[in-house]
């Protein structure tokens, strides 16, 4: 694997990031007559195909402070949305106040983590820790929720295919930050490894999600003026 990375330019592992068009590009042509509730997804890969671009060209251009202060603002941004979409789908027992209370405990950790304890302008990898594991268990929450209550075909729910990307994505993606903030304690070659399977994770995911935006179900008032 790390031979096959070091094969892989910026360019191509650049290339690769932006496969979550797919899933954008198919949001956005059934946005229309989909379920509301799935709004936050189509949102967020939108979200990811644009922070992509702007990162690459903050990368490209030298400017390594506004690319870090676009990542840790993407990172609320990211969890909002998620957790928005959680909401949508019943998570919380539809409770809106629930809801809130939980976005604003990540809005005060991003910022007391961000602002006051790392500054802006250094990457805040103790926030995406804490909302990785939180998606993580939203998920798992979720997928359990619809092994019980789902009595239909579970790989022609989009539901599924977002929660196993999720799964999957962030428990990479928590990893990397783990062994990014105890680096001195893990071994070059581990990390090197690490990110040779994030690039590959990363497509995956992306694919699982373009799926996902095949199956999100249709709005039900545009259903019903079809019958």
């Known amino acids: ?47 990811v195909f644009i922070v992509e671009i702007v990162v690459r060209v903050f990368t490209v251009t030298g400017q390594p402070d506004a690319y870090i202060i676009l990542i840790n603002c993407f990172a609320l941004i990211d969890c909002w949305l998620f957790t928005w979409l959680f909401h949508n789908w019943g998570l919380f027992n539809r409770n809106r106040k629930a809801y809130l209370a939980i976005m604003t405990g990540f809005v005060v950790a991003w910022i007391v983590l961000t602002i006051f304890v790392k500054g802006i302008t250094k990457s805040n990898y103790y926030f995406r820790v804490l909302y990785s594991f939180a998606l993580i268990f939203f998920s798992v929450s979720t997928f359990n929720k619809m092994i019980v209550q789902e009595r239909g075909n579970i790989f022609k729910n989009a539901r599924f295919w977002i929660c196993i990307g999720i799964i999957i994505f962030y428990t990479f993606f928590t990893m990397i930050c783990v062994t990014s903030i105890s680096w001195q304690s893990v071994s070059r070659v581990f990390r090197r490894n690490l990110q040779s399977v994030n690039v590959f994770t990363n497509l995956l995911v992306n694919i699982l999600y373009a799926i996902a935006m095949l199956w999100i179900p249709r709005n039900k008032r545009f259903t019903s003026l079809l019958k």
């Open 1 to 47: 694997i790390q031979r096959l990375f070091c094969l892989m330019t910026t360019t191509l592992i650049f290339i690769l990031s932006l496969s979550i068009v797919f899933a954008m590009i198919i949001g956005i042509v059934r946005f229309r007559n989909i379920d509301p509730a799935y709004y936050p997804f189509i949102y967020n890969v939108t979200t």
